[in-house]
């Protein structure tokens, strides 16, 4: 049986301009931003694998989603993962939970929501696991190894 649930991607950047896809040339400030996914699919939390594999350059197919510009530009560090298992769509839930300070649009094509991509000027980690409980999951941690110079 595959995994499903929704995940929390945090990454770091020293301050960016990147182009993502039709939003265009997006300016991100320095800082930590947390990208709220979800992973009902087929494929379920595979899909995690995905972005650490991206992020580490093993991609023969051009970036799909917003997410995968960020994952595929040496401005940006994937620091951590933090996902947890459910059935339920909760990934809206979970961003609003985490507020709106943000990349407008980022993320959420498919739904009402304002943005899927949250800033921080602080490591949001501990952040991130207690909105997955507060959204009635259990947060697991997801080894990143760094194959890039990071934080």
């Given at each position: 049986?595959?995994?499903?649930?929704?995940?929390?991607?945090?990454?770091?950047?020293?301050?960016?301009?990147?182009?993502?896809?039709?939003?265009?040339?997006?300016?991100?400030?320095?800082?930590?931003?947390?990208?709220?996914?979800?992973?009902?699919?087929?494929?379920?939390?595979?899909?995690?694998?995905?972005?650490?594999?991206?992020?580490?350059?093993?991609?023969?197919?051009p970036?799909?989603?917003?997410?995968?510009?960020?994952l595929?530009?040496?401005?940006?560090?994937?620091?951590?993962?933090?996902?947890?298992?459910?059935?339920?769509?909760?990934?809206?839930?979970?961003?609003?939970?985490?507020?709106?300070d943000?990349?407008?649009?980022?993320?959420?094509?498919?739904?009402?929501?304002?943005?899927?991509?949250?800033?921080?000027?602080?490591?949001?980690?501990?952040e991130?696991?207690?909105?997955l409980?507060?959204?009635?999951?259990?947060?697991?941690?997801?080894?990143?190894?760094?194959?890039?110079?990071?934080?």
């Open positions: 049986m595959v995994e499903k649930g929704i995940y929390c991607l945090i990454l770091y950047t020293e301050g960016a301009i990147a182009s993502v896809g039709a939003l265009g040339e997006v300016v991100f400030p320095a800082g930590w931003y947390i990208y709220v996914g979800s992973a009902l699919g087929p494929g379920g939390l595979a899909r995690v694998a995905r972005h650490i594999r991206l992020f580490h350059g093993d991609s023969t197919s970036p799909r989603w917003h997410i995968d510009y960020l595929t530009d040496n401005q940006f560090v994937l620091e951590r993962v933090i996902s947890a298992e459910t059935t339920e769509r909760l990934e809206c839930t979970l961003a609003q939970r985490l507020g709106y943000g990349v407008k649009g980022f993320g959420c094509s498919d739904c009402r929501c304002t943005t899927h991509l949250l800033y921080r000027k602080e490591n949001p980690q501990g991130c696991r207690r909105a409980t507060d959204c009635g999951c259990i947060p697991v941690e997801i080894h990143v190894p760094h194959g890039r110079t990071g934080v």
